[in-house]
Structures are given as C-alpha cells and as structure tokens.
C-alpha cells in the first residue's frame, strides 16, 4: 500500500508524508477492511490503534464534536514519527474524502502532487498548489468540507 502512490507516474516520492500514509491507509481499509500496523513509526508508537472504517468514524466524530481534531497545517509541518493515533485516523479519513468527493479528479490530484513537488522542491507547496488548480480548494478548504463530511458520514 505504500508504494502505490509513488509508482502513479515515476518512483520517487514527491507527496506529503501524511498524503503518502493517508493513501495507504485508504489501500488497507480497500483491502482487508481495516488498517492494520505496517510500518516500524506505528509499532513503536503504542498509541496506535489499528480498526475498522466504522471504529474510526466514531472516532473521528467524536473528536470533532469535541473540538479535538488536530488541525491541518500542523499535520502537514509534522513527520511521520511524530503522528498520534487520532492523526493516522485523520489522515487516513483526509485521503478517503479526497478521493471520493471527485474520483476522477483523484489521480490528476496525485499526479499534480508530484509533478509541482518535484518543480518546487517542496511537497507542502506542491500539495497547496495542486489542490487549488485541481479541485478550487485551499488546504483550510479541504480541512472545512472534510470535517463536513465527516460529521454526516454513518459509522
């Protein structure tokens, strides 16, 4: 699941860690049903929980009614490493709405992504960049209609 965004048009990996890790997350609930722990980040990160779509839904509601969800742009300046288990599911949950909200526009997205990461040298931007040119959202915009998807989504 973690090679298929980065073998889309060429092998280097010009997407966000949280993009990377959200898509295969979106693989391993496609596949088995749920996520599951894969890499050595989420084996040593004991707050890690791997679950069902349903599991992490409720979560991810939860959380938002709460007013817990970590917000975006602090997502997008961290690693991999430092991400908690309300972050896997955000990201994975990020990822899912993307790709259902246009699923064409989904892999002209991808390859946006890269192609500008790889112009810019910068992933963060590249990702900025593309979002608008692609789906005529900002990063806060996509943070505003998933968090309103996700509070109408059933579990």
Same mark, same amino acid.
């Given at each position: 699941?973690?090679?298929? =965004?980065?073998?889309?048009?060429?092998?280097?990996?010009?997407?966000?860690?949280?993009?990377? %890790?959200?898509?295969?997350?979106?693989? +391993?609930?496609?596949?088995?049903? *749920?996520?599951?722990?894969?890499?050595?980040?989420?084996?040593?990160? @004991?707050?890690?929980?791997?679950?069902?779509?349903? #599991? #992490?839904?409720? +979560?991810?509601?939860?959380? $938002?009614?709460?007013?817990?969800?970590?917000?975006?742009? %602090?997502?997008?300046?961290?690693?991999?490493?430092? #991400?908690?288990?309300?972050?896997?599911?955000?990201?994975?949950?990020?990822?899912? #709405?993307?790709?259902?909200?246009?699923?064409?526009? &989904?892999?002209? $997205?991808?390859?946006?992504?890269?192609?500008?990461?790889? %112009?810019?040298?910068?992933?963060? %931007?590249? &990702?900025?960049?593309? $979002?608008?040119?692609? @789906?005529?959202?900002?990063?806060?915009?996509?943070? *505003?209609?998933?968090?309103?998807?996700?509070?109408?989504?059933? =579990?």
């Amino acid at each position: 699941a973690h090679m298929n =965004p980065g073998e889309w048009r060429d092998p280097s990996r010009d997407l966000p860690d949280w993009l990377h %890790e959200g898509w295969a997350r979106v693989q +391993e609930m496609d596949r088995f049903g *749920e996520a599951r722990v894969q890499c050595h980040a989420e084996v040593v990160n @004991l707050d890690f929980r791997s679950g069902k779509r349903s #599991y #992490y839904v409720k +979560e991810l509601q939860r959380e $938002l009614g709460k007013g817990r969800l970590v917000p975006f742009s %602090e997502i997008s300046r961290s690693h991999l490493d430092q #991400y908690s288990a309300l972050v896997h599911m955000q990201i994975w949950s990020v990822t899912d #709405y993307l790709r259902r909200c246009d699923p064409a526009a &989904f892999p002209r $997205l991808i390859a946006r992504i890269k192609c500008l990461s790889a %112009e810019l040298g910068d992933d963060k %931007e590249g &990702f900025a960049r593309a $979002l608008e040119e692609v @789906l005529n959202l900002t990063p806060l915009g996509l943070e *505003e209609a998933w968090k309103a998807d996700l509070a109408k989504q059933r =579990p």
